[in-house]
């Protein structure tokens, strides 16, 4: 269970001014229900002074969702719009001695409603500003969408650098898996297919490259070739794909893939881990790179 | 005064049984030996070990006491029994197991997916049951094991485990299920199916923290995740957590006289809680394969609230009782196993889970039943998605937030 302070408890047992609100003339709706939070706020303006005369709230979510609500109505009430407008997230926490870390985004929430409802009191059109992707740092509440911006943006390369710029990984460190995923995906991004070597596929049979004893004929080669796409081809078909030896020149082997592999975004992946079998059978370095990179022929 | 509190979370963890504890406590003091000792002090302590693992060969209907790993926990058996398997089949590269899996599968299974290995998890539908024609259209020679959990920790659906282990034995394919849920509440006999590897936890059967087992089918090809001593004939290395050891036998013995308790009392307790809920309250109904599930475990989806705030509120009253709603998971999502059958999020965040136990008595139930219905309806007085007297007339278009 959380550790909720006595205040949050309080507010959420006996929650002020919930329910609807006659004659309000600002209303905000924030929140999803996939998200397990929801919000409406209700304001009563007075409008020649701009005064909140009432605030009401409807909420579906967790304790502190509903604590947050109920403190942001009695905050605001009595404010000017311009005074409530100065409102920030970390004053309904206060408001309630803290919230625990993970339900920050509760809090958020409040204030987002209240810029909501006073936009839609003024008329004018609110939109939330952030994408929300799977939420990676939960002690900061940073999501995958945001991290993943920030990284390209900035060119990072370290959960270091991540958390310098978005806080994320900055607390428990639980996350920090996630965040190198994050990176590795960026980074194979900027890099392209063919150029990054992913793990093998199968791990659980580490062989040690075995270099042949002596240099190969063209044609031994092509034989070697073959044999590595014959042993992975019975996983591509499983997977409606297909694989199938294009051109060799030099180190580099081309290969068409086919049906559901091509264009799959486990393309990259699926060539270097035919690239590393490659290696290992044949003993020396090659790359295997899709047909589409073959040099045109003038 | 306080009213007594009740404890309707048994799939969580269980007390553990007086007798139980008391069964383990001269192992710390008196017997406090290392059963690989030559001298007294070690032997007293191995005819314990002896003992326990017949009576938890009894609980499983295992065939040999020797199939009978201990291991710390129930995690511990589930990575144990899938990474062997790879292991020791590294021409098989495929993994089959289920959308609804307890985290202990299914973060593993990620995680080998993320390490190159093939997982194909089986999809429920929206009883929660699943599809045995897909099932045996995935049995292939690639598979290295088949892992599906005995019974489902939130809805408490039983898998059809004993046909499915029949099924890949046929193929020459390993079975292991997780049956932490299932074992001590439903009759199981080992010997007379096909399952190769079975998990179990000593917590969730009155024992205490920190105990699993892992039965290993004679003749199973197995590598073990621990090396080092030879404690459990090499399979598990690590000094044996003795009156732990000794507490699980004693709780699988218990388990066995309560078995038919469980499956008449305890059902007509959960039967008559569900029915008190569901006839009380509109707009709520049960989830999973009611027809197909454990005697203990009842799951009612409220819809309009969530359902973190109904435990808090229940809390207050002295009732305990768990939630598959996101934020008492800290995740944004609600529970995996309501998504995968497809239970609306107006629903699915709105879950709660009461389990039962032997322990429970009829006046309890009945305190549970009067206390349930204000509740959801104070909650749902303060739901954008409530109206007057039901849900609001078309509730997703009367409050389309700016953002989803």
Not at chain 2, 58 to 77: K, N, P, V, Y
Not at chain 2, 98 to 125: F, N, Q, R
Not at chain 2, 342 to 369: C, K, M, Q, W
Request: aromatic share 6%; hydrophobic share 40%.
């Amino acid at each position: 269970m959380w550790e909720y302070s006595d205040k949050v408890r309080e507010h959420f047992f006996n929650p002020r001014n919930s329910g609807p609100l006659e004659d309000a003339n600002g209303i905000g709706d924030v929140g999803s229900i996939q998200c397990g939070d929801a919000l409406r706020l209700m304001l009563k303006v007075t409008p020649d002074t701009e005064v909140i005369e009432d605030a009401h709230f409807q909420t579906f979510g967790c304790g502190s969702a509903i604590a947050s609500s109920s403190a942001l109505t009695e905050i605001i009430k009595g404010m000017t719009l311009d005074d409530a407008l100065k409102v920030s997230n970390q004053d309904i926490a206060d408001y309630l001695d803290g919230l625990p870390p993970e339900k920050m985004h509760c809090s958020v929430m409040g204030r987002e409603a209240l810029q909501a409802a006073i936009a839609n009191y003024r008329g004018e059109e609110w939109s939330d500003d952030h994408e929300e992707g799977a939420l990676i740092c939960k002690c900061f509440a940073i999501d995958a969408v945001m991290i993943e911006d920030v990284v390209k943006a900035n060119d990072l390369h370290t959960v270091e650098e991540v958390t310098f710029y978005t806080k994320a990984g900055g607390g428990c460190a639980a996350c920090h898996e996630g965040i190198e995923e994050i990176l590795a995906k960026v980074k194979a991004e900027r890099a392209g297919p063919g150029e990054v070597s992913p793990p093998p596929p199968c791990p659980a049979t580490p062989e040690a490259p075995k270099p042949p004893a002596k240099k190969l004929s063209i044609v031994e080669k092509i034989k070697v070739i073959e044999g590595v796409l014959e042993s992975v081809r019975p996983m591509l078909q499983r997977d409606h794909g297909d694989v199938e030896l294009a051109d060799v020149q030099g180190k580099k082997i081309y290969v068409h893939l086919k049906g559901a592999c091509s264009g799959c975004m486990m393309e990259a992946a699926t060539l270097g881990g035919i690239q590393q079998k490659m290696i290992e059978s044949l003993g020396e370095l090659v790359q295997v790179l899709p047909s589409s990179m073959m040099p045109v022929e003038a | 005064m306080e009213p007594k509190p009740i404890y309707l979370d048994n799939n969580a963890t269980t007390r553990v049984d007086p007798a139980v504890v008391e069964a383990m406590l001269p192992f710390f003091t008196e017997h406090f030996g290392n059963a690989s000792s030559i001298h007294a002090f070690g032997s007293e302590v191995g005819k314990a070990l002896k003992k326990a693992r017949g009576q938890v060969q009894a609980l499983l209907g295992a065939e040999h006491d020797s199939e009978i790993i201990f291991t710390s926990c129930g995690t511990e058996s589930d990575s144990t029994a899938i990474l062997s398997a790879l292991k020791a089949q590294p021409e098989r590269n495929t993994v089959i197991t289920t959308t609804v899996e307890h985290p202990a599968i299914l973060t593993l299974c990620d995680w080998l997916e993320k390490e190159g290995y093939v997982v194909h998890k089986l999809k429920v539908d929206k009883k929660g049951r699943l599809d045995l024609d897909e099932y045996k259209s995935l049995l292939h020679d690639r598979v290295a094991i088949v892992s599906v959990m005995w019974a489902n920790n939130e809805t408490g659906t039983i898998f059809p485990v004993e046909e499915m282990a029949a099924l890949a034995a046929e193929k020459g394919i390993m079975f292991h299920t997780d049956a932490v849920q299932a074992v001590g509440k439903i009759p199981i006999d080992l010997k007379n199916t096909k399952i190769d590897l079975l998990s179990l936890s000593g917590h969730k059967l009155h024992a205490p923290k920190g105990i699993g087992v892992l039965y290993l089918r004679r003749g199973c090809r197995f590598r073990p995740l621990l090396r080092g001593g030879h404690q459990e004939r090499g399979r598990r290395a690590g000094t044996e957590a003795s009156a732990s050891i000794v507490a699980l036998g004693k709780a699988c013995e218990m388990a066995m006289l309560n078995m038919d308790k469980e499956n008449s009392e305890v059902r007509r307790l959960r039967d008559k809680l569900e029915n008190g809920i569901l006839s009380q309250i509109s707009h709520c109904f049960a989830t999973g394969d009611v027809a197909n599930r454990l005697p203990n475990t009842s799951n009612i989806a409220f819809e309009y609230i969530e359902g973190e705030a109904i435990l808090l509120l229940l809390n207050k009253l002295g009732i305990a009782a768990s939630s598959g709603s996101a934020c008492t998971s800290g995740s944004l999502e609600p529970s995996h196993v309501m998504r995968a059958m497809g239970i609306p999020y107006t629903a699915a965040h709105g879950t709660i889970r009461f389990s039962l136990s032997v322990d429970n008595t009829e006046a309890e139930i009945d305190r549970v039943i009067a206390a349930v219905p204000p509740i959801i309806a104070q909650l749902r007085k303060l739901s954008p998605y409530w109206g007057e007297k039901g849900p609001a007339a078309n509730p997703e278009a009367s409050f389309a937030p700016t953002y989803a």
